[in-house]
């Protein structure tokens, strides 16, 4: 074995395309991921911030805020996925009411 940390995750397949990226504390942001290191640190540029609802703050809102190029700090991401081959479904578990 190599003194050598590695993450977890393959980042790799995923440079220059399309990422989602949740934070700690609720955010979340798209963009094109330029860079990464061994702590998890992202480099998105074109990224743009879901904006979070203010009655809720753990649910997002369609309003969105562009940021550019951004860092996210790899102790604050959570959640990393592509946005190529995802769709958004219908929460199977919620309860409609009766009328």
Same mark, same amino acid.
């Given at each position: 074995?190599? +003194?050598?940390?590695?993450?977890v995750?393959? /980042? ?5 395309? +399309? ?5 700690? %504390?609720?955010?979340?942001v798209? %963009?094109? /991921?330029?860079?990464?290191?061994q702590?998890l640190?992202? =480099?998105?540029?074109?990224? =743009? *911030?879901? =904006? ?14 562009p /940021? +550019?190029?951004i =860092?996210?700090? +790899? ?9 190529? %081959?995802? *769709? ?8 409609? *009411?009766?009328l």
């Amino acid at each position: 074995m190599s +003194g050598r940390k590695e993450t977890v995750l393959d /980042l790799a397949k995923f440079v220059d395309k +399309g990422v989602q990226v949740k934070l700690t %504390g609720g955010r979340q942001v798209t %963009g094109t /991921l330029k860079g990464y290191d061994q702590l998890l640190n992202l =480099v998105l540029d074109g990224a =743009v *911030e879901f =904006v979070r609802d203010h009655d809720d703050p753990l649910t997002t809102t369609d309003q969105t805020r562009p /940021l +550019g190029l951004i =860092v996210c700090r +790899g102790t604050a991401v959570m959640l990393v996925s592509p946005t190529d %081959g995802t *769709e958004e479904i219908a929460n199977p578990f919620v309860q409609t *009411e009766a009328l």
